[in-house]
């Protein structure tokens, strides 16, 4: 089965006068929808635009897997545990709050940064939290959170190029730029697709070059 959200249906967020902009795709902090929790282990999609100088301060998370891939722009991270990382396009960043973490992110660049961040939940709350950062990472590489059994696969496709999407009991796929095809669907930029069993499915993309996040998840 195959339920597409649309951009335009994701509940807006953030503090425009402070130079941000969110979209959440689940609900999310006063955007309480209880039909729209989580789907398969993800908790939250949410875009993010910040404008130059602006970010968020240092807030807490405990028990989430928290994974950012930047559009544009560089992110500036910093956690209580130590680390401080410029996160630019093309790397994965993972932070899994585990019991408990504090961090800061931050656009501290001279133009718009905008990040699709995504929260999974773990398969056993606690622990001592960790963080990862994968440069550059390939379309033939996906990324393993074995936390909350789930693999995450970045696809980038030329004009027309068609992929599989795995084989799993639940798929979670954002598309972040261009436009796709799913089935009989068309999906373009902030559109998403939660399948369900999928098996034998195809994206496609259509006239322009079309980037994806796809989350396959076993848990």
């Known amino acids: 089965m195959i339920d597409v959200r649309r951009s335009a249906d994701r509940y807006r967020g953030g503090d425009p006068g402070s130079g941000i902009e969110s979209w959440h795709a689940f609900s999310f902090g006063r955007h309480y929808d209880p ?12 875009e993010e635009r910040l404008e130059p100088g602006a970010g968020f301060d240092e807030h807490p998370h405990s028990h989430t897997e928290i994974v950012t891939w930047v559009v544009e722009g ?3 991270h910093r956690d209580s545990t130590g680390h401080a990382t ?3 396009p093309g790397d994965v960043q993972c932070l899994s709050s585990a019991g408990g973490v504090r961090h800061v992110e931050r656009n501290d660049g001279d133009t718009p940064l905008v990040f699709v961040q995504t929260w999974l939940a773990p398969l056993s709350p606690g622990g001592d939290p960790s963080y990862e950062i994968v440069r550059g990472i390939a379309d033939s590489t996906p990324y393993a959170l074995p936390e909350a059994a789930a693999m995450l696969h ?7 190029e068609r992929t599989a999407v795995p084989d799993a009991r639940a798929v979670y796929l954002h598309v972040v730029s261009g436009e796709v095809r799913l089935g009989d669907q068309t999906l373009g930029p902030g559109d998403a697709a939660r399948i369900t069993d999928a098996d034998g499915l195809e994206m496609a993309a259509g006239a322009a070059r079309a980037e994806a996040l796809i989350w396959e998840m076993s848990g």
Do not use: K, Q, S
């Open 74 to 76: 560089e992110l500036t």
């Open 86 to 88: 410029l996160v630019r």
């Open 154 to 160: 970045v696809r980038r496709l030329a004009p027309g």
């Open 35 to 46: 039909d729209n929790l989580r789907f398969g282990a993800v908790l939250a999609c949410n």
